[in-house]
């Protein structure tokens, strides 16, 4: 008896992975929780915070998701311009964990926020040095400077497979160092997650390369990285803040912008009401469709991100050929 309890116990002590579990992980949204998902197959599952449908703009956190937050070993989380229902939970029940907040780690990486409703054709665009050059002019000697300063940009970085091979690697790492039991394993899965997203970039840019001077209008300002990416050309989004319905005025403002540029197509989203998207359109040869940055409908795990970006690809290339 005594012989077999030993064994047990050194066999527990020598495989990778049993002798200690993996941290407790939160991800706030969808597509980051499945990246992370994929560094920690094996190892792991991290756990969902923000489910289904809902939108991170104006969530609220239950009871059930306040207790999962006191419980983290390590929160991941995009940023308070996003998710600014976190940060005072964040402060006091997530005060214990660890946190990557993806705005502030990749800080230099990020793209101006568009203000307005109306964009220039290719606005997206900047000089990247130039632009680390500005974000450096910053005074970002505290983390308060930070956040304040992070309010003006795009929080939206997922979409963009570059950015979300940043995150595959940041996550990698800092669980690397939280639990060097399954270094190995957090290593090989953040290598296979790169060759994926290189993959997927390379069959975007192809899929998306006859469209990209094609004029659209989305739901509201949360494709720019992806637009950035793949070169497209949005000229400018119905709802100005997606907090608030648009008015009347912005309506207008939107369907004159619509009928000027001969916008191909008006693609609402789930996540948002879009019963005024008839209005919008009529009389015009505009047709709609459906983009979903947080992919309200895919099964949370590693294979979300790959679905929502593909299908992001699938109905842009549907919504802007004849």
């Known amino acids: 008896m005594k012989r077999s309890l030993v ?35 094996g190892a792991g599952t991290p756990e969902l915070l923000v489910k289904g449908a809902a939108s991170p703009h104006d969530y ?21 311009g996003l998710e600014g229902f976190l940060v005072k939970p964040l402060q006091t029940l997530g005060h214990d964990a660890q946190s990557i907040e993806l705005t502030l780690a990749l800080k230099d990486k990020l793209l101006p926020a568009r203000r307005g409703g109306n964009w220039e054709q290719h606005s997206h665009h900047h000089d990247e040095g130039e632009h680390a050059e500005d974000h450096d002019d910053h005074d970002m000697d505290h ?44 290593s090989h899965n953040r290598q296979q997650l790169i060759a994926r997203l290189d993959q997927l970039d390379q069959q975007l840019s192809q899929q998306l390369h006859p469209v990209q001077t094609v004029p659209y209008v989305v739901f509201h300002a949360a494709y720019q990285y992806f637009e950035a990416a793949y070169n497209l050309h949005p000229v400018g989004s119905i709802s100005i803040d ?31 009401e879009s019963r005024l998207i008839a209005t919008l359109i009529e009389g015009t040869n505009t047709r709609t469709g459906i983009l979903d940055p947080l992919g309200a409908d895919l099964k949370a795990g590693p294979e979300a991100y790959f679905e929502l970006m593909e299908k992001m ?10």
């Not at 116990?9 to 994929?38: D, E, M, N, R, Y």
């Not at 400077?145 to 995150?167: C, F, G, M, T, V």
């Not at 997606?242 to 207008?252: I, L, T, W």
Request: hydrophobic share 45%.
């Open 7 to 41: 064994g047990l116990l050194l066999f527990i002590l020598t495989v990778p992975g049993l002798s200690q579990a993996a941290p407790h992980v939160l991800v706030t949204l969808k597509p980051v929780h499945s990246l992370v998902a994929g560094v920690m197959a």
């Open 242 to 272: 997606p907090d608030h319905r648009p008015g009347a005025r912005r309506v207008k403002e939107i369907r004159d912008k619509i009928m000027a540029t001969e916008a191909k197509c008006v693609f609402s989203e789930p996540q948002f």
């Open 143 to 186: 983390d308060h400077a930070d956040h304040d300063s992070l309010a003006n940009y795009d929080q939206h970085l997922w979409l963009n497979p570059h950015l979300a091979k940043e995150i595959v690697t940041l996550t990698a790492d800092k669980l690397s160092v939280m639990d060097p039991a399954n270094v190995k394993t957090y």
């Open 60 to 80: 609220v956190l239950r009871p059930s998701e306040a207790r999962a937050l006191s419980k983290a070993d390590l929160i991941i989380w995009v940023g308070s």
């Open 313 to 322: 690809g699938k109905n842009l290339f549907r919504g802007l050929t004849d």
